[in-house]
T-cell receptor
Framework: GAGVSQTPSNKVTEKGKYVELRCDPI?????LYWYRQSLGQGPEFLIY????????DSGLPNDRFFAVRPEGSVSTLKIQRTERGDSAVYLC????????????FGSGTRLTVV | AQRVTQPEKLLSVFKGAPVELKCNYS??????LFWYVQYSRQRLQLLLR??SRESIKGFTADLNKGETSFHLKKPFAQEEDSAMYYC?????????????FGQGTTLQVKP
């Protein structure tokens, strides 16, 4: 595609529910990142995929968060038993290969847990 | 611990004035540093990286290892420079390419 696409752009869910956030990277990009941005803060790293495998998931805050990329393209970030503190903008980024820092971001999914 | 500090939440200048957005970092190895920018209603995008030693849209940034700083500068601010600016550091012992971001500085250029 022309850019990194994230859906939905906005998601409101009730505390305790399960949500899935989708990222469609630029075609051919093998590296994919998820970040979370809380209000007034910079983005915080969550997880990095190289191809289908999660090469670094050290940023996932707890076991309620999980992400997959089964075919090495689209990725889904899954959050179980959502809490109000999970409210944030979730950003996805991709790059053609492993490349330190120079990747293309999506416009994000704004998640609100009420 | 690896950390990026942007001490100013807001920097307000008049058009034509010089701009310096401050960034300090804490990192034990050889850092790679970046500036990202987010214009209103647009997505976060890379502005420049220290390793390229380039000037983008009139902005430059020099890595000062002695002062552990990577300040972003522009001699004459333009109204279209108004945006949110994030300094970022590459981190992770396994070189995964993940970035550690500062909290960001809003640059407001007044006419």
């Amino acid at each position: 595609g022309a850019g990194v696409s994230q859906t939905p752009s906005n998601k409101v869910t009730e505390k305790g529910k399960y949500v899935e956030l989708r990222c469609d990277p630029i075609s051919g990009h093998t590296a994919l990142y998820w970040y979370r941005q809380s209000l007034g803060q910079g983005p915080e790293f969550l997880i990095y995929f190289q191809g289908t495998g999660a090469a670094d998931d050290s940023g996932l805050p707890n076991d309620r968060f999980f992400a997959v990329r089964p075919e090495g393209s689209v990725s889904t970030l899954k959050i179980q038993r959502t809490e109000r503190g999970d409210s944030a903008v979730y950003l996805c980024a991709s790059s053609p290969r492993f490349e330190v820092g120079g990747y293309t971001f999506g416009s994000g999914t704004r998640l609100t847990v009420v | 611990a690896q950390r990026v500090t942007q001490p100013e939440k807001l920097l307000s200048v008049f058009k034509g004035a010089p701009v310096e957005l401050k960034c300090n970092y804490s990192y034990s190895g050889s850092p790679e540093l970046f500036w990202y920018v987010q214009y209103s209603r647009q997505r976060l995008q890379l502005l420049l990286r220290h390793i390229s030693r380039e000037s983008i849209k009139g902005f430059t940034a020099d890595l000062n290892k002695g002062e552990t700083s990577f300040h972003l500068k522009k001699p004459f601010a333009q109204e279209e420079d108004s945006a949110m600016y994030y300094c970022a550091l590459s981190g992770g012992s396994s070189n995964t390419g993940k970035l550690i971001f500062g909290q960001g500085t809003t640059l407001q250029v007044k006419p």
